[in-house]
């Protein structure tokens, strides 16, 4: 093991390098906390391990992408005729899409928690096989009680994944690190938005006597979830230090970097205690009524933007295709937004411009008739869905050390904030169809106090930062230097909040 925390392990390392890995020379103040230092171009090559190929950020990204297929493409059955041919009235397709957040959110907070006890491989897996059998029987659905079952099932197995695809990037990745691999991930959504348009106008187009073409759209997307599953399963690490595609050399290097950071919370064990600290976070409150202001606007324009885009004047099929640039613009977007939240460190002004992208995009929709106008809105809307949703999460995990903190607070964030899952269906309700104006206007206001929320969020963690380097640096002066205490988390003296 890459650690320095006394002279035998000292001694082991010398006769033993490491390589990458070389201890730092230590002063008399860093004998408590001492440090190895790691080689940056040998710790990039092995973190791209975790990116690539089937093995952890990738494969989490087609999962992600699956779910997304099975839980949005209600949005383009309903413009391909399943109402019509499920005989739902009144506002049946909206209950339909509230419902699956009934299940859905209850869950999120505790899955999140129980993810490093269980395992993200195990956990993932028997949930997507799950929520692919449940999108399957949709395919074969008579009415809006077979219907109404399904979301409901979908919404129970689909409950665990984002909590655990944000736990594990903060299981995994440094601050510096995250942004970009949350990019990643949320790249996957806006395809599967993109490729579910083109999947939709194809599939949706291919009717029988007894057998309409969104029901293929179900089928379809189902097996293409369950087939990816023992290919997950196999792939998948078990946990980040015996990933099995990691060199004895790099799992010692993984290693050192939890070593490096005590306040990352590897070795932690699970306390009562230490996830109860979330809800004493005022932070944390702050962030939640966040989530819930820009998921609004992710489920929003998720499930109802091919019914918006129709309204523009296109017939189903086409309103289905007619997304797929939107999405594609969203997506490149958000990996340049992220690439550049990573290499400056801050996110909050990476989370406004996008917010106010959301306002014009809204703004625009709601005072304008003109169609071409009407659609170029949609793009300006969908530039600040990711962005404004995916590095949200990762700045909540910036600031909040040790592992079951984190995990407590970002589960309970993302189920508290998924409620605006159940609301969505209920602001933009079938009668507003297709400019929706009602649901857009409250979408538009709660932007805006996201955009407050992140005002507020910077300046306190401002205010904050400077308290802790005064008291620090007092301290230092007056010869009785505080030493770290990483055990007390982002309550630490010495630990710094991204902006």
């Not at 809105?377 to 995916?390: E, V, W």
């Not at 297709?434 to 300046?459: D, K, N």
Request: charged residues 15%; aromatic residues 14%; hydrophobic residues 45%.
């Amino acid at each position: 093991m890459a650690t320095t925390s006394n002279s035998n392990s000292s001694t082991s390392m010398a006769e033993k390098p490491i390589p990458g890995v070389t201890q730092q020379p230590q002063t008399d103040f860093e004998i408590a906390s001492s440090e190895v230092y790691i080689d940056k171009i040998a710790e990039r090559k092995m973190m791209r391990k975790f990116d690539a190929s089937m093995y952890a950020v990738t494969a989490l990204g087609f999962i992600y992408m699956l779910a997304n297929l099975d839980r949005s493409n209600i949005g383009n059955a309903n413009v391909a005729g399943m109402p019509k041919d499920l005989h739902l009235t009144g506002n049946q397709f909206g209950t339909a899409t509230t419902l699956l957040f009934a299940t859905y959110v209850p869950l999120e907070g505790p899955v999140a928690v129980l993810l490093k006890v269980i395992g993200p491989k195990p956990l993932v897996s028997i949930s997507c096989l799950c929520w692919g059998l449940t999108t399957l029987g949709m395919g074969f659905v008579k009415d809006y009680r077979g219907l109404y079952a399904c979301r409901l099932l979908i919404g129970l197995f689909e409950a665990g994944l984002i909590p655990c695809i944000n736990v594990y990037l903060g299981w995994v990745y440094k601050r510096e690190e995250r942004g970009k691999r949350s990019s990643l991930i949320f790249a996957f959504s806006a395809f599967s938005s993109a490729f579910g348009g083109l999947l939709a106008f194809g599939l949706t187009q291919i009717k029988t006597a007894n057998f309409e073409g969104w029901r293929w759209l179900f089928i379809v997307e189902a097996v293409m979830t369950i087939v990816i599953v023992p290919c997950f399963y196999f792939a998948f690490p078990k946990t980040p230090t015996e990933a099995w595609f990691l060199k004895p050399e790099e799992k010692q290097m993984m290693q050192a970097r939890y070593d490096n950071d005590p306040s990352w919370g590897h070795e932690e064990t699970f306390t009562w205690s230490e996830c109860l600290k979330c809800f004493t976070d005022p932070k944390w409150y702050a962030h939640f009524v966040y989530q819930f202001s820009v998921n609004i606007s992710l489920y929003g324009l998720g499930t109802f933007l091919p019914a918006i885009v129709r309204g523009l004047g296109y017939t189903s099929y086409h309103a289905n295709l007619m997304t797929v640039p939107i999405y594609i613009c969203a997506l490149v977007f958000f990996l340049v937004i992220a690439w550049l939240s990573d290499k400056t460190g801050m996110r909050g002004p990476f989370l406004l411009g996008p917010l106010l992208l959301l306002v014009i995009g809204y703004a625009i929709l709601i005072a304008v008739e003109n169609t071409k106008v009407r659609f170029f809105a949609c793009f300006i809307a969908a530039l600040g869905i990711y962005p404004t949703t995916g590095l949200s999460i990762m700045w909540l995990q910036d600031n909040v050390s040790r592992h079951y903190k984190r995990a407590t607070v970002t589960g309970f964030t993302l189920c508290l904030g998924n409620l605006a899952g159940v609301a969505v269906g209920q602001i933009f309700i079938s009668q507003d169809s297709p400019r929706y104006i009602t649901g857009l206007s409250i979408a538009l206001g709660l932007a805006i106090l996201a955009a407050c929320i992140v005002v507020a969020l910077m300046t306190g963690y401002t205010v904050v930062n400077r308290k802790r380097e005064r008291i620090l640096a007092a301290a230092e002066a007056a010869g009785t230097p505080i030493p770290p205490r990483p055990e007390l988390g982002d309550y630490d003296l010495h630990f710094r909040y991204s902006l």
